[in-house]
């Protein structure tokens, strides 16, 4: 699938191996682990097959967003955006949800 990033400090992580965080390696390896996966996939039924990414849709205020687990306290907040028929994903925020 498509993505783009909200924020330039998410997509520094990203493409700059030596970039974090700021909440420890195995949250910044899980980040560029969970992107590859979007990446890989072709729709989000592929996201939904990954069962540890718990890809889900989010209620109340939020419920125009989905989020899937990084590790098990860090989740990747995510946008769905329609683009010419197509799905495109905004990668929006990493946030702690504990």
């Not at 195995?26 to 979007?38: M, N, P, Q, S, Y």
């Not at 996939?41 to 205020?61: I, M, P, T, V």
């Not at 683009?83 to 925020?93: A, D, F, Y």
């Amino acid at each position: 699938m498509d993505f783009e990033f909200a924020d330039s400090d998410l997509e520094e992580v990203y493409y700059e191996p030596s970039a974090s965080l700021g909440h420890g390696p195995a949250v910044d390896k899980g980040f560029r682990k969970t992107l590859g996966f979007i990446m890989a996939a072709h729709n989000e039924l592929d996201l939904r097959q990954f069962k540890g990414l718990h890809y889900h849709k989010l209620s109340a205020d939020r419920d125009h967003q989905h989020a899937m687990d990084i590790t098990d306290k860090w989740r990747l907040i995510i946008e769905r955006i329609e683009e010419k028929g197509r799905i495109k994903l905004l990668i929006i925020s990493v946030e702690d949800y504990h």
